[in-house]
Each structure stands twice: as C-alpha cells, then as structure tokens.
C-alpha cells in the first residue's frame, strides 16, 4: 500500500516492492493528463505543465 511505500524510502526498500517498477533511463518527460491539478517536487508546488529532466553522470553525490 501507499504507506509501506512510503515508509520503505528511508531505507531503500522501496524498489524491492512488487508494485514498483525501476525503469533505468538518462532522460525523461512527466506530462499531465489532467488540466486541473497541481504538482510539486519534493514538497515545493511547480508550474503546471510538462515536466523534462535528464541524468548527468557523475553530477550527483549522496552523502550520508
């Protein structure tokens, strides 16, 4: 369910759930299919509309 998905993103164990779908990619394109909603990354609401990004190696670092 949506909470054990949730809760699972603090240790990772989120991709191992049989509902979710890793597909690897180096860019991709979010388009809503609705014309009235809102969308927000990571907390903060963003401009309704298509949302595009794209991987760069070695551009990213995670530190714990």
């Not at 054990?4 to 993103?9: N, P």
């Not at 990619?25 to 609401?45: Q, V």
């Amino acid at each position: 369910n949506l909470l054990t998905s949730f809760l699972a993103f603090e240790d990772g164990s989120h991709v191992k759930q049989k509902h979710m779908e890793i597909i690897e990619c180096t860019a991709f394109r979010l388009e809503p299919l609705t014309d009235n909603s809102h969308i927000d990354i990571d907390g903060e609401e963003v401009e309704y509309g298509t949302i595009q990004g794209q991987v760069k190696a070695g551009a990213w670092r995670l530190f714990y």
